[in-house]
């Protein structure tokens, strides 16, 4: 289920006013004390970055608006640019999207087009659980999917499973390859997937799902960005300004892949797909060197408050690289997040076949203390 249908299903949209409109004052980074409440509830569940976007991108957003009754050509560009030399790739290498969803829209549309011009089967094949996007823009187009069980206790891609799936195809294979995987937090070795890109023929796409690469420590991984450097044409590496930006609201998004590739992604986003108030912050955030270390700082300070509770609880988690982390839960998962709620905190959901796990979102170290507090509240009642 997509992040819209559980808001709705939460009964969250009545509220949404209340928590969208601004972060509230007591989740601000310089809060010392946060105290979740049905006005300022925690909310834990989508992997958003509470610190809210850096300062200079915020300037950048009102100064964008006096000149936002043009169109944001100029601004894309600069952005486009930005991207490009942040890379170290080109322009022409860079496709926005209005957030990577949108770019994952793209991907599987441009990847059901080369099919049906080619008179060929087609198919996603996806690791399970992983972040929906792909499957349902898949669905959506009568693309059929292959869902592929993570495996083991750390919850790792079954890789020969999944080459197993695109070998046995007789026709065009796109792998949603997430890294590090939404929701598990953990890092597939870059080697491994590198290795199945060199041996896959020209009817396997890769589309690199990179949201969270920013916050990755792990010297496993190394971007994709790489390949796509190296010239391999069915690679696209999507990557989002809603994470380590804290952008979410402001929806930019993009894809990383060779000029041909990426036209042919760029074909199905929709033309002028991004704003000037987005392009603008956009451009400040990936200069703002400072705001970038703050944000990866933080994040690895509300992991250890909330790594260090687990341990202690004895709750068994998952190595996180990215702003949250995937732990278990004793007892009634429902029961759990319905507790949790009518304690103001909205925790994240499980995420079948993998039940009995919580995804959790790592806010800022004040709201993650407010969250161990509620936890440990739980065990003394003996709920978890
Ligand atoms: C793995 C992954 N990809 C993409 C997205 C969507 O990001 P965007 O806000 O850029 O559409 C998310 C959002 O949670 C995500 O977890």
């Known amino acids: 289920m997509l992040r819209r249908s559980l808001f709705k299903s939460a009964g969250l949209l009545a509220g949404a006013a209340a928590f969208g409109s601004a972060v509230p004052a007591a989740s601000a980074a310089d809060a010392k004390v946060f105290v979740p409440s049905e006005k300022t509830p925690l909310l ?5 970055n509470s610190l809210g976007m850096s300062a200079k991108a915020k300037a950048a957003v009102a100064d964008a608006v006096n000149g936002a009754f043009r169109y944001p050509d100029a601004l894309r560009e600069e952005l486009q640019e930005e991207i ?12 926005l999207g209005n957030g990577s969803s949108e770019t994952i829209q793209a991907v599987v549309h441009a990847v059901a087009e080369k099919a049906r011009r080619a008179g060929s089967p087609v198919q996603l094949i996806v690791p399970d659980p992983t972040f929906g996007c792909a499957e349902g823009y898949a669905d959506a187009v009568g693309m059929a999917v292959v869902k592929v069980p993570l495996t083991g206790p750390k919850l790792a891609f079954d890789l020969d499973a999944m080459k197993k799936a695109a070998r046995d195809f007789k026709g065009i294979s796109l792998v949603y390859a997430c ?18 890109v060199k041996e896959a023929g020209p009817d396997v796409v890769f589309l690199f799902d990179e949201a969270y690469a920013e916050f990755v420590t792990d010297p496993a991984f190394v971007s994709a960005v790489e390949l796509v450097k190296a010239g391999v044409p069915n690679v696209v590496v999507a990557r989002t300004f809603s994470k380590i930006f804290a952008m979410a609201g402001l929806r930019i998004g993009y894809a990383v892949a060779v000029k041909d590739t990426c036209s042919a992604v760029d074909g199905f986003a929709s033309v002028d797909n991004i704003n000037a108030a987005g392009a603008a912050a956009g451009i400040a955030s990936l200069r703002d060197k400072v705001f970038i270390e703050k944000s990866k700082s933080s994040v690895e300070l509300s992991r250890a408050i909330v790594v260090k509770a687990l341990t202690e609880l004895g709750l068994e988690y998952l190595p996180s690289q990215t702003n949250f982390i995937f732990h278990k839960i004793k007892g009634d998962h429902k029961l759990y997040k319905s507790r949790m709620a009518e304690s103001h905190v909205f925790v994240g959901r499980e995420f079948p076949p993998a039940v009995g796990w919580n995804r959790l979102t790592l806010g800022t170290p004040e709201e993650m203390k407010a969250f161990v507090k509620v936890l440990k509240d739980f065990r003394a009642k003996g709920w978890i």
């Not at 834990?44 to 958003?48: H, I």
């Not at 490009?84 to 496709?95: P, Q, Y």
């Open 44 to 48: 834990l569940n989508f992997n958003e």
């Open 84 to 95: 490009a030399k942040t890379l170290g790739v080109k322009m022409e290498n860079v496709s």
């Open 179 to 196: 890294n590090p995987n939404n929701p598990t937090a953990t890092v597939t070795p870059s080697a491994l997937l590198e290795a199945w």
